[in-house]
């Protein structure tokens, strides 16, 4: 019997490894994703810092990004080696899906400052900051959701205190997420979760 689930542990081994590498990449992490919404996009290992949070960093802000840029090519920026840039998740605007493309454990590279790098989770948005039509109700929704299940986790205040955007990032020199981003509203979902 042993020897049987063996060899059957083998043989799913030996046939993912057929497969082509874009499917491959899709496979969650061992232990899943750490959003159980989420689905697993991983960024390129050049594109952010192996860690151990939270003992090694205590995580205490969740920062809220735009993308400038659509769901798909922001994953293939964070997939490209030569980019050095990155974010724990990306959500999409149509229909609110989340991708995570950095484990939280991890460092992602995305507040352009290293103290908050260690010390957040990067959450990208699809979307320009002055085309409000991409921030949508299932874009809002599911962030939200995304951020409260992080709060909840790190034990954060669900506040303005500890959910900011890009743009109060000490020496930030980013506009995002912009003035339509609806923080009451964003804030509100996040509460209500």
Sequence with gaps: MQRRRILQGAAVT???ALLPASVRAMAAPPGGTDHPEAQWHPASASNYTPASR???HPVGFVIIHVAQQTFTRTIGIFQNPAKQVSAHYVVRSGDGLVAQCVRERDIAWHAGNWDHNTRSIGIEHEGWVDQPAYFT??????SARLTADICDRYSLPKDRAHIIGHHEVPGSDHTDPGVHWDWVRYIRLVNLV
């Design 14 to 16: 030996a046939t993912a």
């Design 137 to 142: 109700h299932a874009m809002y929704e599911r």
């Design 54 to 56: 939270p003992s090694a």
